[in-house]
């Protein structure tokens, strides 16, 4: 109890200082909540090109404007740093380091590993270690804890330690740090108790738990719920297709339904850094415990084959058309993994195009986000979105519905479209569109 009182009293007067580790799309707009709480925080960033950056107030990340880091900077609430011996100084050490998959689809913890010897070998008695990092169930108590009480520090006496998954989404101007609910989950009662106290400062509403792997399953259930309701849709998509029904019309029509349903809407696969991954990372635990999560892998096989399938769609239409997919000239229109973002990671769109081109056909892309993009090491720049290459197009298809794009431009002037994402629902019938 000797370290709970003194770091419990810091909080609560805001005095204590918070430490950031990772400056990402998470990190950041975590650090300038707390300072606009009035913490200090020391944002520690391995980038150098980020540091510099932060350092002339310069964001790198959407929902952060340069005024507000110009503020926290100028006001001396937020220090990026490269200097983790630093690390000492902070009473609150927040992990957000990202968690990416191996090409063997196992989980790469490198980053949570390096970041959490970084924040062990400068660990004072008293401090509070948070990881944010979405991770696989077990990871917080399993991989962070035995780093921590390396020396014998002792949890709960010398050092707390809880896990709080980060529920970021950029870009969405309804939902942000401090009104979305926290999940708090300590590795024991005063962690869960001072984690709560922490973050009660930044959000509305703080969700505790019973402990570090029921915070990170939370997390895990959330992507996971979503992942496989898009696979549901985009099954239905392929059984409307079979049964010659517009599965859009099917969800649009159940989505009338003001109870016990909620729309989701198939398109060409899953892109972005979460979904994607965050089912693996359970499925990957739980087969170290010999369960096979089949409901989930299915999913992730379902949404893995929309690329394939997108693809053998545009071929069905060309051939319609007396055209083969091979020589044919094919606009992609949309690269980024969902609309009005330029992040492209893992987006669907990029398989599709590098599945068209395998299958021959003569690929270019047009994205206002996204000026150009590499595939597997091949880079594509994106092509203008003149009058001349949507009249000589052989499909123009829709992979991402950007609002931005003038959807009845571009069937005024293709021959054929392909739309995977119902862009041009409110556009009617036309003989030219074929949607997924
Ligand atoms: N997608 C579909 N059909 C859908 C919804 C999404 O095909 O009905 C596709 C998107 O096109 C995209 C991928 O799935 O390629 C992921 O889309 P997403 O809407 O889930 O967006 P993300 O990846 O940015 O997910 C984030 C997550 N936020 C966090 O993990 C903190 C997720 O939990 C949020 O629910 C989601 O944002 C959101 O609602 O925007």
């Keep these: 109890m000797k370290a709970f009182a003194p770091l419990s009293q810091r909080i609560r007067q805001k005095t204590a200082r918070v430490g950031v580790l990772g400056l990402g799309y998470v990190g950041l707009p975590l650090a300038l909540e707390f300072c606009r709480k009035g913490f200090r925080v020391l944002g520690f960033e391995v980038s150098p090109a980020r540091l510099a950056r932060l350092r002339r107030g310069r964001s790198y990340v959407l929902d952060i404007a340069d005024d507000r880091l110009e503020e926290a900077l100028g006001l001396g609430l937020f220090e990026p740093t490269d200097k983790f011996d630093r690390l000492s100084a902070c009473d609150i050490i927040i992990i957000c380091v990202q968690t990416p998959l191996r090409k063997t689809r196992d989980p790469d913890l490198s980053h949570i590993f390096a ?52 529920r970021v989404d950029p870009g969405n101007s309804r939902w942000n740090i401090a009104n979305t609910p926290k999940v708090v989950g300590g590795a024991e009662p005063n962690s869960t108790a001072l984690a709560a106290e922490l973050y009660g400062h930044i959000v509305d509403q703080v969700v505790p738990v019973s402990s570090t792997k029921a915070a990170e399953v939370v997390k895990l259930l959330e992507n996971s719920f979503r992942a496989v309701n898009i696979a549901l849709v985009n099954e239905m998509a392929q059984i409307c297709h079979r049964l010659e029904l517009d599965v859009w019309e099917i969800i649009s029509a159940a989505a009338t339904k003001p109870f016990g349903f909620m729309p989701f809407y198939p398109g060409p696969g899953i892109g972005g850094h979460c979904i994607p991954k965050d089912p693996q990372l359970l499925t990957w635990k739980m087969k170290t415990l010999d369960f096979e999560p089949r409901f989930i892998e299915l999913a992730s096989s379902i949404n893995g084959a929309m690329p394939r399938y997108t693809v053998a769609r545009i071929a069905e239409v060309l051939n319609k058309r007396r055209r083969a997919l ?93 739309d995977a994402r119902n862009a041009t629902a409110d556009i009617g019938v036309s003989a030219k569109v074929f949607r997924l």
């Design 326 to 418: 091979n020589g044919s000239k094919i606009l992609v229109l949309g690269v980024a993994y969902k609309p009005d973002t330029t992040d492209y990671r893992d987006s669907p769109a990029l398989d599709v195009m590098e599945l068209l081109r395998q299958a021959g056909a003569r690929v270019s892309y047009h994205d206002p986000f996204v000026p150009e993009v590499r595939i597997d090491g091949a880079r594509w720049k994106g092509a203008a979105l003149s009058d001349g290459l949507l009249r000589s197009s052989d499909c123009v298809a829709i992979m991402t519905a950007h609002k931005s794009l003038d959807y009845r431009r571009v069937i005024r002037l293709a021959s054929c479209v392909f």
């Design 115 to 166: 970041a959490t010897k970084e924040a062990a070998s400068r660990m004072r008695p008293g401090q509070l270690v948070v990881l944010e990092s979405t991770t696989f169930p077990g990871t917080t108590d399993e991989v962070v804890r035995p780093l921590l009480e390396a020396g014998g520090r002792r949890l709960g006496k010398d050092f707390f330690l809880a896990f709080s998954p980060e």
